[in-house]
């Protein structure tokens, strides 16, 4: 069975940085699209960021772009979202999820089937 385990997460100031992991487990590692979301009470799940791991190629929602960087780490099944610059709207439950295809431009559009438990970031002013 597919597992992907968040870390990570946290409590920050504003401007300060933080790295998420994402690891997987289960299955032989494959190409694919390996995303992260996040989602604040009351508002839509957003799409942040994604990698596609058989190429590298990344994408990243216009909120974050300069701020956040997603990389992978093969060896360990392991995937990355490093975030900088934190603001207090950063603040949301982040989830790393998987699917095995490639991503394109509207990876956060994709049926993602196989989901983290989620890591917390709070970022105060």
């Known amino acids: 069975q597919v597992q992907l385990v968040e870390s990570g997460g946290g409590s920050v100031q504003a401007g300060e940085s933080l790295r998420l992991s994402c690891a997987a487990s289960?299955?032989?590692?494959?190409?694919?699209?390996m995303g992260w979301f996040r989602q604040a009470p009351g508002k839509e799940r957003e799409g942040v960021a994604a990698i596609y791991t058989g190429s590298g190629d990344t994408y990243y929602a216009d909120s974050v772009r300069g701020r956040f960087t997603v990389s992978q780490e093969n060896v360990k099944n392991t995937v990355y979202l490093q975030m900088n610059s934190l603001k207090p709207d950063d603040t949301a439950m982040y989830y790393c999820?998987?699917?095995?295809?490639?991503?394109?431009?509207?990876?956060?559009?994709?049926?993602?089937?196989?989901w983290g438990q989620g890591t917390q970031v709070t970022v105060s002013s």
């Open positions: 999820a998987a699917v095995s295809d490639g991503c394109g431009s509207l990876w956060y559009r994709k049926n993602f089937p196989y």
């Open positions: 289960g299955y032989t590692y494959i190409k694919r699209c």
